[in-house]
């Protein structure tokens, strides 16, 4: 394989850029000339490509967002976009295709390879940790650590005026960050939409720690449950406590990248060019274990996620 293309698409995340970098340098290695196709899939229909050389991903890999840009792109659901998207990719010479993103990405790479014969890699990067087959995402350690930092600012101030703080975390399916956040970060209680809340119980625990001497509580949400004006509402309707919401947002797609997502990026986008110059193609890589796998992207895609109820009773039984 001599020329590859490398795309981010859907949702930003922190190492992406790390990512990038890791991809065009292992590629050069091997002797690949590398395309960089910017803002994902519509890009790739719109053949909009720069040549990526060494000094290309110089002084990226500390910086978050995507050097190459991003877009959600429905032009690629549809027959049409996708022969145009091959067609760019036949008359660029394009041989081989790295897609760095979320669930939606590899559906597209995985129609890509299995339709039309591109052997494509997909590298799992979405703060969302929302795909089953990896222990981890590129990404989600960074927004995690975000959110911790948040919540132990707004710790301070509740417990000065003795609050609650609802603190709205993304995670539209997948609870993982609420759960990581919310656990490393001390809450009291965690709301995801795995688990069906009750707010009598919510109450109750509230005020057995009040009556056990704490005065103030931080209860993280997942807003694919609800936002954090909604929750607080909801719970100042049914207690006398002053309650407080914030919604962290999109600071947690940003921000320099941690040192787990500088590793992980490093070694998804090694594995990555590996496999392609190995003339393999149709794979997602990922860690599981604390090992670097690969795996056929069709099965990947069709994995559901499923949640760590361990760990949410490790919560239950340390948070008050």
Do not use: W
Request: hydrophobic residues 40%; charged residues 25%.
């Amino acid at each position: 394989m001599k020329r590859i293309g490398l795309l981010t698409s859907g949702g930003d995340a922190p190492g992406m850029n790390a990512c990038i970098r890791a991809v065009v340098r292992t590629a050069l290695y091997f002797g690949m000339e590398v395309y960089g196709i910017e803002r994902g899939y519509q890009g790739l229909i719109d053949d909009e490509m720069i040549p990526m050389e060494m000094r290309s991903v110089s002084d990226i890999v500390q910086r978050g967002g995507t050097k190459l840009r991003t877009a959600r792109c429905l032009e690629m659901l549809t027959k049409e976009g996708q022969k145009k998207a091959v067609k760019t990719l036949e008359t660029r010479g394009i041989e081989g295709l790295v897609v760095i993103g979320g669930d939606g990405s590899f559906r597209g790479a995985k129609c890509l390879s299995e339709e039309y014969g591109i052997p494509t890699i997909g590298i799992p990067g979405t703060i969302d940790n929302d795909l089953e087959y990896t222990d981890y995402t590129l990404g989600f350690d960074t927004a995690v650590n975000t959110c911790i930092d948040v919540i132990n600012k707004l710790r301070d101030t509740m417990t000065s005026h003795e609050r609650i703080s609802v603190v709205e975390v993304m995670g539209r399916r997948c609870g993982d960050i609420a759960l990581y956040a919310g656990i490393a970060s001390g809450a009291e209680i965690i709301v995801v939409p795995e688990v069906v809340f009750d707010l009598d119980d919510i109450v109750m625990k509230i005020n057995r720690s009040r009556a056990n001497g704490k005065h103030s509580n931080i209860i993280v949400v997942a807003e694919g449950v609800c936002t954090a004006e909604d929750f607080a509402k909801q719970l100042q309707s049914v207690t006398t406590y002053s309650v407080r919401p914030t919604t962290i947002g999109h600071i947690q797609r940003g921000g320099s990248p941690s040192m787990a997502d500088r590793m992980l990026a490093a070694q998804f986008g090694n594995k990555a060019v590996r496999l392609l110059n190995d003339g393999i193609g149709n794979r997602v890589v990922g860690i599981r274990k604390n090992e670097i796998i690969d795996m056929d992207i069709i099965e990947a895609v069709s994995m559901k996620k499923k949640f760590n109820y361990e760990l949410y009773e490790t919560l239950q039984m340390i948070s008050m």
